[in-house]
Structure formats: structure tokens, C-alpha cells
């Protein structure tokens, strides 16, 4: 496929399709590990604390995953301009860099992991070293799938997370009926494996072509702003998700947060139609607004898809709720919780109809939308948590309320923002 043909808005919805198609493999595997494994083989006491250690673990990932789309943003634009030479030598520099980002990572894992665990009540200390190699992993992956999705190879990415998929289920499969958090995370742990392997193998072209010089003075300044400013942006999200899941853990009681886990995995499927125009949307959106700074086309079609899906699920959940949570093992005992799901499914989309139009944003280099994002991420888990240590907030219910209110602010601000560009 020729640049200017996978660049149009046909070549767009074609690697959409590609991708959602692909994608759905992996989907298949989130569904067999949340509506199935976890409710079979884990214990009703220890479910709650499934999403939490999973959002600590993203946490320990968090300054890779910045690298990683910082990188996918600066070979985005060489890979636009045919700079393949260039974005050898970006890769070069950037696989030499991750060993000392990697090390810092390892570091504060070692110290905060035993004593994350402890607080959210898990005894299996293997979970503990699980959780500290999904994050290692997880880490180093992104540079690897982020350079296929900035370069657009995006059939090579579909294969990859195809097979990802498999491994992930295979490992899961294997372990959970006799280690079952152990085994969850030996799951999570493969997948990135897997996806850095067949990346290398995918990414060989690339890293075979001529060098060209990129690394210099200007470039290195550039990318090291660009790196504290999406590091900016990942962090203060990521730390809200992070207390927000510990709250649902520790403040709530334990039908309660396993209450949330049961009914939040149907909220997640809203995920298997944004995930894939997020990951398209990317290398599209930095290219455009390279040629005419727009970005709000490729925002506001995602994000008309988003809201309408959402609005298809929500009504879907109110009526048939409770008979679709009694398809999960052990389902039927969170029927109370069903009148929950659609309120999580508007929760949801809010959200993601921010990330749609924040990550456009850093695909183009700009990043003014942070004087409002991390005042708010600041201010709303600080309330949130002091809400919740003095009693304010001791219910499902109430903690919903919050999360609800936070993105509403997210949408509203980032819908104010949109209408400027």
C-alpha cells in the first residue's frame, strides 16, 4: 500500500477494520480472563483485589509507556516524510535507552510492590514477582508495537496481537486452576513477551535499512520535552485510576469491590470498539495535524462511534442486566450490582471520548490541554481518598458518583478544548 493511499480517510478506515478485527482475538482472551477464569478460580475475597494490583502494576510501567509514545509520535512524523534511515537510527537510540529506564522501574518495584500487595490484602507471594514482570515487560513492549503503529504496519501489528492473544489464554489456561492469581499474572506477563519477540522479528525491514544521522543536539532536546510533557499526561491519570481501584479495595467491603469487578468487565467491552481507532488514530492524527494542524475530523468520528455504542450497551444492560451476569460463573450472586452497569458504561465513554481528544492533542504536539488535566487529576483522587478515610464514602454507590462526576469534568473540558481546533 502506497503512503498516500494508506494515508486517506479510505486507508484509515481500512487499518481501523484491520485492526478491530484483529483486536478481537485478544478480546476473546479479556473476556475467558474476566468473565470466566477469575470469577471460576479465584476466591470471592481475593476478585476485588484483581483490577488494583493490575492498575499498580500499569503504574510501575508508566515511564516506558511515555517513552514509548513519545518515540511513536517523533517516527510518526519521519515515517510521513519517507525518513526511514532516520527512524533506524531513532530505534537504535531508543532500544539503548530503555535498559536505564528499566532499571529505575525494577527499583521502586523491589520497595513498593510487597507493600502494595500487603495493603490490598493478597498473601501469595508469587503474585509479587508476577506482578513485578508483567510491569518489567510491559515496559519494553510498547516500544516495539508502538513503532509498528507509527510506522503503519498494521497488518504486522494485527499479527502480533493475534498471537498474543493465544499466549496470554494458553498461560492462563495452564496455571489459574492451580495458582489462580499467580496464574492471571503469569498471563499478563506473556502477553508483552510475545509482543516484543514478534515485533523484533516484524520490525526487521526498518532496522535493516541504511542509517541515517537523526541523533543530535536539537533532536535529543526535543524529545526529552516531549517525554516530560507525556509523562505528564500518563502519570496524573494513571495515579487517580490507581487510587481509585485501592479505594474500591480497601474502603469498600469485599462484596462490594467484587461487585465492581464483576459488573465493570461489561463496561470493558466498550473498550473492543475504541481500543482499535485509538491505536489507528494515532499516526493519522499526527500526520494531519503536521499538514494542516486539524485534528477534530479523525477526533469527532471516534467519538460519535464511542457515544453511540455506549448508548446501544447502556440501554441493552437495564433491560437484561441481571441475566447477563448470571452467564459469569458465580455471576448470580452481584445480581443486586446489575443496576449498576449502565451507569458504568456512561462512566466509560466520557472518559474515553477525553483520551480520544487528548491523545490527538500529544500526536500533534500540543499539550495546553495539561493546565486543566492535571489540576484535576490532582485535586479529584485527593478528595476522593480524604472523602473515603472520613467515612463520606462507604458504598459502591457513592464511590460511583465520584467517578461519574470526574469524567463528566473530562469530557466537558476536553469538548471545550476540541471546539478550538
Known sequence: ??????????????????????????????????????????????????????????????????????????????????????????????????GAILALVLAVAA??????????RV???????????????????????????????FGALATVEVGGAAVRFLTMAAVMPFRALAGYFAGQAALPAFRMAASVVALRKELSAPAEPFWNKESSRRIALA?????????????????????????????????????????????????????????????AARRNGSTRPFVLKCSAAALTAAAAMAGLYALFGVELLSLMPHGSDYADYARLMPWLVIITVLTTCQ????????????????????????????????????????????????FGAASALRFAFAALDCLHF
Not at 501469595?124 to 508483567?134: C, I, K, Q, T, Y
Not at 515496559?139 to 508502538?146: E, F, G, I, N
Not at 476522593?384 to 478515610?389: C, E, N, P, R, V
Request: proline share 5%; charged share 10%.
Open 1 to 98: 500500500m502506497s503512503p498516500k493511499a494508506s494515508s486517506g480517510p479510505g486507508g484509515f478506515a481500512r487499518n481501523a477494520i484491520v485492526m478491530f478485527l484483529a483486536l478481537r482475538a485478544g478480546d476473546a482472551v479479556n473476556l475467558a480472563a474476566g468473565m470466566w477464569f477469575v470469577p471460576r478460580y479465584v476466591s470471592p475475597e481475593d476478585i476485588g483485589a484483581v483490577l488494583p494490583v493490575t492498575s499498580f502494576a500499569t503504574f510501575l510501567s508508566l515511564p516506558m509507556f511515555a517513552f514509548a509514545m513519545t518515540v511513536m509520535k517523533e517516527s510518526s512524523c519521519l515515517a510521513a516524510g519517507g525518513e526511514r534511515g532516520k527512524v533506524k537510527s531513532l530505534l537504535s537510540g531508543v532500544f539503548a535507552a530503555v
Open 227 to 287: 517525554f516530560l510533557a507525556v509523562a505528564a499526561y500518563q502519570c496524573f491519570p494513571m495515579a487517580a485510576s490507581l487510587v481509585e481501584q485501592s479505594i474500591l479495595r480497601t474502603g469498600l467491603s469485599s462484596s462490594d469491590s467484587a461487585g465492581y469487578y464483576m459488573i465493570s468487565r461489561f463496561s470493558d467491552f466498550l473498550h473492543y470498539l475504541t481500543f482499535p481507532l485509538m491505536m489507528v488514530m494515532f499516526p493519522y492524527t499526527a500526520e
Open 123 to 153: 498473601s501469595d507471594a508469587s503474585v509479587g514477582m508476577l506482578v513485578v514482570s508483567a510491569a518489567f515487560l510491559g515496559c519494553v513492549a510498547p516500544v516495539y508495537t508502538d513503532a509498528l503503529q507509527s510506522l503503519k504496519r
Open 355 to 402: 483520551v480520544f481528544y487528548t491523545n490527538a492533542e500529544v500526536s500533534a504536539g500540543r499539550f495546553g490541554f495539561l493546565m486543566w488535566l492535571i489540576p484535576l487529576h490532582i485535586a479529584y483522587p485527593a478528595l476522593l481518598y480524604f472523602a473515603s478515610s472520613f467515612g463520606f464514602v462507604t458504598t459502591l454507590d457513592g464511590i460511583l458518583v465520584w
Open 111 to 120: 520497595i513498593a510492590t510487597p507493600r502494595f500487595l500487603g495493603a490490598m
